[in-house]
């Protein structure tokens, strides 16, 4: 049965850490609350971007979608902010999914932790970014900002 953001208590969620040159993907279940990395998305094009992503939700087929937003410790957007928003409203209107948007702050720093010596964990900073959303999914949120 769906909650109030429409979501089944099984559903599967992806995760994206984005960035100019790759993009980060985790897959996580509200049933088990649980994330996992998946792969990093590498690109050039906007069109190789978006057919490595499709190739994702064809063979996950989610119900929501995450993404990272960086920000500063005060809050306020970064250079990077406006083009991560622009993000998730692609993938909103691509796959007609809710897509929720997280503080990134840190998530690189805790994926490098856990691999240290690994150059691309954009994947494990998805993966982080999914973890802190799932640990606060159900919260009364006002907005599709966590």
Known sequence: MPDQTG????ATILAFDFGLARIG?????LLTRTARPLRIVSWKT???KWTEINKVFEEWQPQ?????????KDGNSTSVTPTCRRFANQLRGRFNIPVFEVDEQYS?????SRHLGEKNIDDEAACVILE???SSYGVNHEDNRW
């Open 25 to 29: 993907v985790a897959i996580g279940n």
């Open 108 to 112: 690189s720093v805790e994926a490098q």
């Open 7 to 10: 979501l089944s208590a099984e």
């Open 46 to 48: 906007n069109t190789a």
């Open 64 to 72: 929501a979608a995450v993404v990272g937003i960086p920000c500063h």
């Open 132 to 134: 802190r959303w799932l």
